[in-house]
């Protein structure tokens, strides 16, 4: 004979998934048939009859496993049993002082305080970091464990010391409220809203700025904060992204319709972009370049971004004349570009000509003090500006030293979608 709640599990599960009632009963209406049973249950507590109280504590059960059943299964398993899992880890973990064979009472009740602590605002966000892992990004499933800041996962023995590595906004004071703030404007925008993804943005602008920046940081920050919303929802990982971008596109959209208007909103929006870009540039853009039309307005923005922020370019030939767009350089020109104050890049402008007498210009730069990839497309583009080199056909870019820390394929796109008119990006 099956386990009896292996039974119950599937009985209920076949209720409310196949039958005419259970593909129509709503959970308003499932609530109201818990509370009256609970009054039932409350009514036999209260006149002391066993026979009663068992009876209709069977009837709370059963509504509740109702409710459950309808909203979180997921076929894989006996929601039953998790049920049940999940009460015995309580007991275990809350009591634990009492189980372990100390009877302290203010031990226990102090226990208990920093256990619920440590579930409700540390494990509900913690997840594993190893790809490897069949729990990978899942946001606990009860298969991490915490102890003394010690972060350990059950399935595939990871562990390290709690840290952004592995709990969602690590550093946030008020994540909990953070999120639900988030989740309740996600729901709205899964029913079909889009409003609610654009008032979250203007309603809690600093919220959505300090998700984005930590959502971009890396894959794994990505599907653990997605992961976070829509296992509740059974969404995709695609809507959550969807929900984060749909606010961003209207907002670069205007920022690009105003130029002229400057405000400490727009720089915010502006800061969070060059760490976007610096952080992950072909995910963020990837993300928000859906169709053809958010594509034109990504590469108006960067365009945008990058040239509010040009360096200063010296030169070590003042009276070179400045080029035309069909003009190439005859000579070389040593440029000298001020990245910061105690920091500057030498740069070389140098023409060639191939064997098929086709002539261009090298920018050769070395960009061993740029630690960030929009530092890179300063340098590059400063100096394109100020020499009129971005219509000159034959454009070639050489970077020297590019620092360990920073990715050549992410390079590359930021200058292709900054100066499409380079031919091709060597690395020396």
């Known amino acids: ?47 002391n009859n066993k026979d009663n109280i068992l009876e209709e504590a069977s009837d709370v059960l059963m509504i509740l496993l109702y409710i459950v059943i309808k909203n979180v299964d997921n076929q894989e398993e006996n929601q039953i049993n998790e049920l049940l899992r999940r009460l015995n880890k309580k007991l275990q973990t809350r009591y634990s002082t009492f189980f372990e064979g100390t009877n302290d009472d203010g031990d226990e009740e102090l226990n208990w305080e920093k256990t619920k602590y440590i579930e409700k605002e540390v494990l509900s966000y913690i997840y594993c970091p190893n790809i490897n892992c069949t729990k990978y990004a899942k946001i606990n ?75 971009i940081v890396s894959q794994t920050r990505r599907l653990a904060l997605s992961d976070c919303f829509i296992s509740k929802h059974n969404a995709t990982v695609e809507s959550f992204e969807e929900f984060l971008m749909y606010p961003l596109r209207n907002c670069l959209q205007n920022i690009l319709g105003d130029k002229s208007k400057l405000s400490y909103s727009l720089l915010e929006v502006n800061d969070m972009m060059l760490r976007c870009i610096n952080a992950d540039y072909i995910a963020i853009k990837n993300s928000f370049c ?37 003009d190439f350089l005859t000579s070389t020109i040593r440029v000298c570009v001020v990245l ?89």
């Not at 709640?5 to 048939?33: C, M």
Request: with cysteine; proline share 2%; aromatic share 12%.
């Open 1 to 47: 004979m099956k386990n009896i709640s292996e039974i119950s599990y599937q009985t209920i599960r076949k209720l409310i998934i196949e039958s005419e009632w259970g593909k129509a009963v709503t959970n308003k209406e499932l609530f109201n048939f818990l509370f009256d049973e609970v009054y039932e249950f409350v009514d036999g507590c209260n006149k």
């Open 141 to 215: 499933r009860g298969n991490m464990t915490i102890d003394n800041n010690q972060v350990k996962c059950c399935c595939c023995g990871y562990t390290a010391r709690c840290s952004n590595d592995n709990m969602i906004l690590y550093r946030s004071k008020y994540r909990r409220k953070t999120l639900n703030i988030l989740e309740k404007s996600y729901d709205g925008y899964l029913k079909g809203t889009p409003f609610y993804a654009d008032d979250y943005f203007n309603s809690y602008r600093q919220d959505y700025l300090k998700v984005i920046r930590y959502w």
């Open 290 to 326: 859906k169709d053809i039309s958010s594509y034109e307005v990504w590469i108006s923005y960067i365009f945008y971004l990058i040239k509010t922020i040009t360096v200063p370019v010296e030169y070590d030939s003042y009276n070179q004349a400045t080029l035309t767009p069909f």
């Open 340 to 428: 910061e104050k105690n920091k500057k890049i030498d740069v070389l402008l140098k023409p060639y000509s191939a064997s098929n007498g086709v002539s261009g210009t090298i920018i050769e730069a070395d960009i061993s003090a740029c630690k960030k990839n929009s530092q890179i497309g300063q340098v590059i583009f400063s100096v394109v500006m100020q020499h009129n080199l971005q219509r000159v056909q034959n454009l070639n870019c050489v970077l020297l030293n590019l620092r360990d820390d920073v990715d050549k394929k992410e390079v590359s796109e930021l200058l292709n979608d900054l100066l499409p008119k380079i031919n091709n990006i060597d690395y020396q």
